[in-house]
Every structure is written in C-alpha cells, then in structure tokens.
C-alpha cells in the first residue's frame, strides 16, 4: 500500500446507483452507465428505477475508459447508459458481455489492460450464491494500478466475500474500494443476495485490509433491498466507521 505522504489524490462523483465517475491517473473513468431517468424494466424479473441521475452524463466531461461490470441487467447499464458507449474510446467489461456491445473489450478474470498510465486488471465477481451465473450472468470486477497513484478495486455486482478475499490476496496494496452493496435482490435466490449486503461489505472490508471502503449501489432501485445507512450504521456499530467514504449523489469529493 502506497505511504499517504506519497499518494495522489483520486476524486469520486455518485451519479447514481452503481455509477461513479472517478479521476484517477489522469483519465476520466466512469463505472456501470446508467443516465435514464426513473422508469420499468420488463423481464425475467422487472426493475424498477425510483430516481434519475445525480447530474447527466454530460456534466461529467469526455470519459476515457468505462469499467462495465455487466451488460445483461438494466441497473448496471440502462438505456441512456448504453447509447453514451458510443462515445467512449475503450469499454471493458466480461467477455460475454463484449459480445453484446459492439465496439467493447472483453477480459477474463486477471486478465489485463493497458490505459494510458494505467493497468486495468478483470478480477473475479459472483452475481449470486455458488452457481448464479446460469441464472444471473457472468459478471466482473476491476483493479486499478498506476505508478505513484493508489491502487483501487471496483467490486462490480459481487455478492462473495470469498473472492474478495482471493482479490485482496493477489493485491495486498489496495487502497480504495468500491463496493456495489445494497443488497440487491430480486427474489431468484430467495433471500440470498445478488450484490453485498451491510454484513457481508464488513467483512469484505476486513479482508480489504486498511483499504478506504467507498459504498455504492445503494440506492435508486427498488431491487435494492438495504439502504445505505444501514450499512454505514453496520460498520459504525463494529468500530470501523473511519473506514468509510461515503458519496452524496452529485457532490464530488477526494477520495485519498
């Protein structure tokens, strides 16, 4: 883990749910697209999104590089999300979700990336119990590496603190991460979660080491089954309250 004393400050805005625009070694970074406004989302089990974007997508700037955990589920990419790809460079993102998406990369998991200065590494991600990808899809999550700067670990929609565990291993230094919780779910496993809940972000947390935790995808969908201050209430009941950095929706702010 890099020294405090040496480390580049990152900055974070919420947009909303799982998407979050990061300024990290000089690009503009945004995670899980989704810019429409509240709406329904037929299917397999229809969505439904309560509030629209913290700011639009054009407050943010040219994006660089899109970190898209999945494509198949209107919560991770929604309408407008998916036309504003069309003008980003590079999208990673699964290799099955890239062959939905015109134009996208798709990475295994520690597969790797060059960006400009920074080394995107495809991390492993559950959607679900053991087995969940027949029903909920495959999924991915990120790290990111540059020199001089701190290394940080997007979780994408990952439900197990065992591969965060597995992550952590291969990257002792993280020092940022964002963790998907919320708790999503849609009644598929019963009441086994699709994304982190309040316990399971704290002991991912733990695993993470002294890494800065940044909860998202916390809000905005129906689906999501804990709030937000349930899981700040959680960490500040277990004495890890510092732990956290918790975004408001519009607001930039650093994040180390």
Do not use: C
């Amino acid at each position: 883990m890099l020294e405090a004393e040496v480390m580049t400050t990152i900055s974070a805005l919420l947009v909303g749910g799982p998407t979050v625009h990061l300024a990290y070694a000089g690009l503009s970074i945004l995670t899980d697209p989704t810019f429409d406004e509240p709406g329904e989302y037929p299917g397999g089990a229809t969505l439904y999104k309560l509030t629209g974007p913290a700011v639009p997508a054009a407050a943010l700037g040219p994006i660089d590089l899109v970190l898209l955990s999945h494509e198949q589920h209107a919560d991770n990419l929604d309408v407008a999300g998916r036309a504003l790809l069309a003008d980003v460079p590079l999208t990673l993102t699964t290799v099955e979700s890239a062959a939905n998406l015109p134009g996208a990369t798709g990475l295994s998991p520690w597969q790797q990336h060059r960006v400009g200065a920074v080394t995107v590494t495809a991390v492993p991600a559950l959607h679900g119990p053991e087995g969940a990808e027949a029903l909920s899809g495959v999924v991915t999550g990120f790290v990111l590496e540059a020199d001089g700067e701190p290394t940080v670990y997007v979780s994408g929609d990952n439900a197990s603190v065992e591969l965060v565990g597995e992550i952590a291993a291969r990257f002792p230094g993280i020092d940022v991460a964002v963790l998907f919780a919320g708790a999503a779910n849609v009644g598929r496993f019963g009441d086994v979660d699709l994304t982190l809940n309040a316990r399971t972000a704290l002991a991912a947390a733990e695993a993470l080491g002294d890494a800065v935790i940044v909860p998202v995808h916390a809000e905005g969908w129906f689906h999501f089954s804990e709030t937000r201050e349930r899981l700040v209430g959680m960490f500040a009941h277990a004495g890890r309250g510092d732990r956290l950095r918790v975004l408001t929706p519009g607001e930039r702010a650093a994040i180390v």
